[in-house]
Structures are given as structure tokens and as C-alpha cells.
């Protein structure tokens, strides 16, 4: 596996994009709010969505397409998440994802069934049909413009977040892309977020859907910025097997080298989505091992890297191991605190449950770093797993405060 | 019921209480860190106690004394938690709580058995038991000092949290008081904070320890200020018997009574705990009816109230009916969108998952209240629940960055 410079979604054979500017957001939030990205060829898709029960309707037109098993085309848009106008199929939010469809496959020459939608932005407020119309017609599709298409599914995000790997199979050489959103209620299940994973391989349709239900609990499934979870995540797989392999199949050697990938590009993502939190200076990871299961590995982590203490502590450079434990403590997990070793970075603070006298400066050398790395071993069986956050600081306040509906 | 005016902990007949400074704490923290609560006769007790696994020591002890059932005193300090310090028996932590009860127990003429412990304060560090000597000795008890015993709980907390309220039973005439301390870390199971409740009335213990978990699960489980459950939540009663009642038994008319001022008594309390969060300039309240069950209103109620982009955007002063939705959405209670009603104060936001078109300046003077109130119908069943947080403020992201371990 190799990392592609300057990787985007089209990197794989037989993906086009583009985007436009058709006033959904001001033109002081992004110069492009509305995008397509389209493949030469009909897509084997997955997905996986929000937990939320209030998911927006374009999450519910996805689940319907997923469940048809293909698409061939993606229209997002951002300044308006088309979310609390109606999901029921006759009421004006799905009616219009649906129209908004349309409108793509119109200028595709598609179907409406055959292109998934994204919407993100606020909440509440009818999508401006008219405006999204003219956006979508003025849409020029390249090769190149995997870059354009990311920045029309941004919001309050200050860095696109795209990457490509290629990935050498029995069955000939391939690429994955990947394209994410995040910015704020960014939290498990799903971790409110967009991401698009595009891939010229050729893979059976069951085993696209568990891989990329896999990567997502290794990724995106572990990031939180606030505990907040929107109504409108989505994570998409795209493979429209212009590589030519043989269709990559569960339990062969293909299958584990392309899960492999997929990982990485949306642990990439995922990675890039908490760094880039909400007002946030910092990239959390949080590193949990000898849990009594990788469930309560799970629990752990993401506890401790949600914790509003622990983000506070982060921010101000605090070695705070105490609400380190805290925060485990509270986790679910199964815990027994004479056996809980905590370690910022390589600085052990905490041994079998005891505070350690560690080195301060090497400690607050630790926790200053532009990535903070925690480490907990429960010492009570195999469980591990990784979670990543982001410090807490008074600009998430700020920005959360003044944001007006 | 009557509220007692200027009433505390020693309210009920037969308390004395005293408070001193030990050196705990700096000056600037304030001048009482130790605390002595005292019955003149031996009391019937009960307790809710931390669920996180960190738990401190004297919970551990507290733990041992509500299963023995009785005891005649309790002894508080702050600006030390003696947690994680060692809760096995044989660890200092441990020993250093056994200590601080029998030095209590000494000045009071008991055996450390009768004593109960509380700490609040630093994490990892141990208790400096010479200083806790000396303040302990110092102490001078009175009737009227359960104003000074208050004092020597409080960490971050703006006002003291005292109550007393009379209540009149078949079997005579009673009084229950309560203290509380809390600040941050504060979430359900429990709620962090440490509440010390007294009464005279007699009450049969098994009922007593049932009260106190009802009359809990309606006020500290039920408010949140960051989502963090700290390691030395403790909820104490202490019933002494000296209004000279039968025994409040379970199914009486009596027991009815008691409950109810029980309940008002932590539910006054608890709301102070959520209005006083770190940082915090006003209360909300999130009242939910129409749910599948109770569990259910419990569950949507305390998301919404502990969601961070909820809490700032009460802040702010914005009316983001969003925000809450995707709160409820994703708080684990049974939900149907198009049934859900929301409303800020009386403006209704959102009916039948509908955004309505409101009153913006009755709903902008509703949230810009000291305290807001957020009401939510389910239309599903008949459970229903009352929670309460604070907003998020930048002051509390600054309190908690610059605390230091």
C-alpha cells in the first residue's frame, strides 16, 4: 500500500468531479457549495449511516440506495443539511433530496435511483430548489477536480481532508480515495461526519458492506469532538471496478490487503475530522490495552477522549492524570484501579494504580505536543483499541455560542 | 411542607456541626476546609454513592458504614480527594480515612465506626493527616454552625447549597436539612457532589435507604454539568429520631410525606449543584413527557440538558431547536420525529418534528432567562422526566484549563 501525493476521490480510474458556487452558504463561508462526483461506469456501494433518530432525509434516500446495492453518482451540498423538513417520502425535505437527485441525473444522464445525495449546513430550513438547480447545471466533471469537489461539502472545517492509496492486489493494482467534513457534533455513532470513499477495484458486494462497517469502527466510530451526534452522517463506498481485478472476495488474501487500505484511508480521515474539531488546537489519541474485551477497549478510550475534563486539562497543558482515571473510571468498562497504569506519551503517571513521581517537564513536554498521545493499560485481558479527540478550548465556546440558527 | 427560613443541616433537633481551617486548601480558597456533623444520639443511615470505579476511599468506608447501618457523625474536608492514594484496606488512602474517623471520633467521645467520611478536592496526593489533626481538634460544635459546616465542602462552588424544610407526620412534627458542594465533574450516577442530608424524624431503615435512592434518581442523577462523574460522589442521610415519631414505615401516609419533602429537599439542592457549574451563568431545565417510558424521558431529558452544543447555544441566547432534536435523536430513547413537539419556555419551536414559525422574540426572551426551561413531547406514551444542567461557557473551558494537578 502506497500513499498517492496530492490523493483525492478521483484518483481511481473512471471517477469525475466537480463543483460549484450556487448560494447555499455566503460566499465568506466557502466558494463552493454544491457538488457532483460521478463514475464512468455503475458502482458497487455501501454505506454506513447516523444512529440519530432524527437522520435527514438525504441519509434516508442513501439507505434506500444502498439497499439497491448501486449507484453511479454522488450530489452533495453544504450551507443547508435539508435535516427536520420532513422525511416521510411525501413530505418537502425527502421530496426534495429526491428532486435533488434528479436534478444530478438530469445532467448525467442518469436516473435520480442511480445517484446518492449529502446535505449538511442548518438545520430546519427548506433547500432553495432554485438555487441548487442553477449550481448543479453549472457543474464542470474532471479528472482534476477531485480537489473542488471536497470544499463543496465543507462547512466550518479550516482544512480539506482527502487522501488516496494504491493497493496491489493478486488481481491487479488498484486505488482508494477518500474525501471527509467534520468540524462539529463529531462523535461515535456516527461520528457526525460526510466522508466518501471512492475505488476503481472491483469488490463483492456483501463483503464492500462488512469491510467498510469494519474500517468505520476502527475510525470514524472512534472519533469524538463534543458528544454531539448529527442527523446527517454518512459514510459512502463507491467501487466501480474500472481496475479490472477479479472481484476482491471475503477471506482471501485481496480481501485482507484491500480491508487493510480501507482502514487506513478512513483512519486518515477520521484522524484528520478530530484534529480538526471545533475550535481545537490539538489531535487526542487515546490508547487503551489490556481491557477484559475490546469492547470495553472501546468504551475506554472513546470516554477518555470525550471527556470535557480531560479536553480542558489537554488544552492547558495539564498533565491531569487524574481525570484521566476519572473518566475511565466512569467509562463502563470493567476497571480495577489497583491495576490501571496511565502514560502521557512515554511518561508513566499512574502505575498499578498509584500516582508516579514522573519527570514534570518531560510530562508537560508530553501533553504540549500538537498531538497528545494517552496510554491506558486495564491489565486485565487482550481488549485494545484507539480513539481520537481534540483539546477543548474557549473558540469551541465562542463558535458554538454565536452560531445562529 | 414549610421551608425553614435560613435553614441548614442543623436545623433537625439533636445536630451540632463546626468547621475550622486546616490548611487544605490556600486562603484564596476559602477559610474552612474540615468539617464536623454531629448527632446527639446515634442515627439511622443510608447512602447513593459514585459509580465510577475510581472510587475514592472514603466512599469505600461511607460504603461500610450504610451496610453496619448506623453512625453519629460525619467528618468533611476539601481541598484534598484522597483518591488515588490506595483503597485497598491496607493502602494509605484507605488507612488515612480510617484515620481522619477515629481523629473525629476521639474529639466526639465515639469509636471510629460511628464516623462517617467525606473528601473532596485534589486527586493523587495524600491526605496531610497532621494538618487534618490539628483542624479537627479545633473544631467547636454548635447549633447553630451548620452554615460554617457548609463552608468546609465548598471547592469551586459560588453560594453554599443549605436547605431545611419542616414536615408534619401522623406521628408529629419533623425537620430535614441538607447541604450540598459541587461545581464541576457533575453528571448522573451519581451527580458529583457530596450532599449531606439530616433529619430528626425516626424513619425504618430499610425504607430510608429506598427514599434516598428515589428521592436521588429525581434530582443528582438527573443533572449535568460536563458529562464527568467524579470519584468521591456521596449522598449521606442521617436520620437521629429525636422528633419522637414511630418510624416512618414504607406504604404509609407518613412515608408518603417524607418522600415527598425528601425529594423536594435533593431536588432543591441538585438544582443549585446545576445552576452553580463551573462557569455557568444560567440554569436550564429540560422537562420531557410523552415518552415510551420513563427511562426513555430520563434518557432524552439528561442528553439534551448535558449536550455541549445545546448548552452553548443557550449561552448564546440562540433558540436552536436543531440542537436539540439531534440531542434527543441520539440520546437512545424511542423516538418518531414526526411526533415530536419542542418548545423554549412557552414559544413552541418545533410541532409534530415540524419547525414552526414562531414568535423570534419571545423565543429570544425565553432562552436569554436565568433559567431556561426546555420542554419536550414525545407523543409516544406517558413516561416522563425532569433534568437540569447549566450553559457551557468559555469561563468554564478557562476554570478547567488552568487548574492544575
Known amino acids: 500500500m502506497q500513499t498517492i501525493p496530492n490523493g483525492s476521490v478521483t484518483s481511481p480510474q473512471g471517477f469525475l468531479a466537480g463543483a460549484a458556487y450556487a448560494g447555499l452558504k455566503t460566499a465568506a463561508e466557502g466558494q463552493r457549495d454544491v457538488g457532483i462526483l460521478f463514475s464512468e461506469a455503475p458502482c458497487c456501494i455501501a454505506g454506513v449511516f447516523t444512529t440519530n433518530k432524527f437522520r435527514a432525509p438525504p441519509v434516508h434516500w442513501c439507505q434506500e440506495r444502498v439497499a439497491q446495492g448501486q449507484a453511479q453518482a454522488l450530489v452533495v451540498n453544504s450551507g443547508n443539511a435539508n435535516a427536520g423538513t420532513g422525511v416521510g417520502t411525501g413530505q418537502q425535505g425527502y421530496r426534495n433530496t429526491a428532486q435533488m437527485?434528479?436534478?444530478?441525473?438530469?445532467v448525467l444522464g442518469l436516473t435520480a435511483r442511480d445517484v446518492?445525495?449529502?446535505?449538511t449546513g442548518v438545520i430546519g430550513v427548506p433547500l432553495p430548489m432554485h438555487k441548487l438547480h442553477e449550481g448543479i447545471k453549472s457543474i464542470h466533471l474532471s479528472r482534476e477536480s477531485g480537489h473542488e469537489f471536497v470544499r463543496?461539502?465543507?462547512?466550518?472545517?479550516?482544512?480539506?481532508?482527502?487522501?488516496?492509496?494504491?493497493?496491489?492486489?493478486?488481481?491487479?493494482?488498484?486505488?482508494?480515495?477518500?474525501?471527509?467534513?467534520?468540524?462539529?457534533?463529531?462523535?461515535?455513532?456516527?461520528a457526525t461526519m460526510l466522508s466518501f470513499v471512492?475505488?476503481?477495484?472491483?469488490?463483492e458486494p456483501g463483503f464492500l458492506q462488512r469491510a467498510l462497517r469494519t474500517a468505520a469502527d476502527l475510525s470514524f466510530n472512534m472519533i469524538t469532538v463534543d458528544g454531539d451526534t448529527s442527523t446527517n452522517d454518512t459514510l459512502l463506498v463507491m467501487a466501480n471496478g474500472q481496475a479490472g481485478n477479479e472481484p476482491v472476495r471475503e477471506g482471501t488474501p485481496d480481501a485482507a490487503a484491500f480491508q487493510e487500505a480501507l482502514n487506513y484511508v478512513c483512519i486518515y480521515l477520521a484522524k484528520c475530522v478530530a484534529r480538526d474539531g471545533?475550535?481545537?488546537?490539538?489531535l487526542i489519541e487515546v490508547r487503551v490495552q489490556g481491557a477484559a474485551s475490546e469492547r470495553d477497549a472501546r468504551l475506554a478510550a472513546r470516554t477518555v477522549a470525550g471527556s470535557m475534563l480531560v479536553k480542558a486539562a489537554v488544552y492547558g497543558n495539564d498533565p491531569n492524570w487524574g481525570r484521566i482515571a476519572m473518566a475511565a473510571g466512569r467509562s463502563g468498562a470493567e476497571l480495577e484501579q489497583e491495576k490501571v497504569d496511565i502514560f502521557i506519551g512515554d511518561v508513566c503517571l499512574m502505575r498499578d494504580g498509584q500516582p508516579q513521581d514522573y519527570d514534570t517537564e518531560a510530562a508537560r513536554l508530553a501533553i504540549g505536543q500538537q498531538e497528545v498521545l494517552l496510554k491506558?493499560?486495564?491489565?486485565?485481558?487482550?481488549?485494545k483499541a484507539t480513539a481520537w479527540g481534540c483539546d477543548l478550548t474557549q473558540e469551541y465556546v465562542r463558535l458554538n455560542a454565536e452560531y445562529t440558527t
Not at 437527485?101 to 438530469?106: H, S, Y
Not at 488516496?164 to 456516527?190: E, F, Q, T
Not at 471512492?198 to 469488490?203: F, K, Q, R, W
Open 101 to 106: 437527485a434528479a436534478l444530478a441525473a438530469d
Open 116 to 119: 446518492l445525495v449529502a446535505s
Open 152 to 190: 463543496a461539502i465543507i462547512t466550518t472545517d479550516t482544512f480539506p481532508k482527502e487522501i488516496a492509496v494504491a493497493v496491489s492486489l493478486a488481481g491487479g493494482r488498484g486505488v482508494i480515495g477518500g474525501a471527509a467534513k467534520g468540524a462539529g457534533m463529531i462523535h461515535p455513532n456516527m
Open 198 to 203: 471512492t475505488t476503481d477495484l472491483a469488490v
Open 278 to 282: 471545533e475550535g481545537a488546537t490539538k
Open 376 to 383: 491506558l493499560d486495564l491489565h486485565l485481558g487482550s481488549g
